[in-house]
């Protein structure tokens, strides 16, 4: 029995606690701190290139981006002032070159969970002479 | 909202010597040119804001400026870097 659920229930035997509240922290023990801790929002979006085994490192351009996510949610904000039949038009274009997005459908209220699932992404793409790594840190 | 970056630094070319590096204080250029241009544009803004809001582009002029500051303020930590035989070919950063 660890430490803190020994005064959790020394504390209830003193009756400096309810019944309710000391199953409320005996469940707060228990649970892994990991997933009480809230996930830190990622600060920039990294895309890396590299060469690969196939790439000469000599020639091979590397490239390293680094995208603070301020960014991203300040673009998203700007995008929000093109009026409605402006936002048509660039969809029109958009959908003409064969990339089926809407404007419209980027909104600030979807911003943070954007930036939140962006937090978990990670791309490796690996083949001919690059390696290709997108991520968020 | 962060601060505004102070500084740029930007280089392009593949050659130390032929290449192109410019270290530029922003600072400067916000209380050079930002600034004026800024106290120049504002009463043109209002005046387009009022006469093109039946159109629906009334929010857009207003909102204008505020939104470009923040996306000024938001590149600060951008880095582009491409370099090639550890030679840097472009690089482009805002701290």
């Not at chain 2, 106290?39 to 939104?67: D, E, H, S, T």
Request: charged share 25%; net charge neutral.
């Amino acid at each position: 029995m660890n430490e803190n659920r020994k005064k959790i229930l020394e504390m209830l035997a003193e009756k400096k606690i309810t019944v309710d509240e000391a199953e409320r922290l005996m469940q707060l023990v228990d649970e892994p701190e990991t997933s009480r801790e809230t996930k830190k929002s990622p600060k920039y979006l990294r895309v890396t290139i590299k060469p690969g085994e196939g790439g000469s490192g000599s020639d091979f351009e590397c490239v390293n981006v680094r995208v603070p996510m301020a960014l991203i949610r300040a673009g998203v904000k700007f995008s929000s002032l093109i009026p409605g039949d402006a936002a048509d038009k660039i969809d029109t274009a958009m959908k003409d070159k064969g990339l089926n997005f809407s404007l419209k459908n980027l909104k600030e209220e979807d911003l943070e969970q954007l930036v939140a699932a962006l937090s978990d992404l990670e791309v490796d793409i690996e083949g001919g002479k690059g390696k290709v790594n997108v991520y968020a840190e | 909202m962060n601060a505004p970056p102070m500084l740029m630094k930007l280089h392009i070319g593949r050659d130390e010597s032929r290449g192109f590096s410019l270290w530029l204080p922003l600072l400067l250029v916000y209380l050079l040119i930002l600034l004026p241009l800024l106290l120049i544009l504002l009463p043109l803004l209002i005046l387009a804001a009022i006469l093109l809001f039946p159109w629906g582009w009334g929010k857009a002029a207003i909102l204008f400026i505020p939104r470009l500051c923040g996306v000024l303020c938001a590149l600060r930590g951008l880095k582009v870097d491409i370099q090639q035989k550890d030679r840097k070919i472009v690089y482009i950063s805002f701290d």
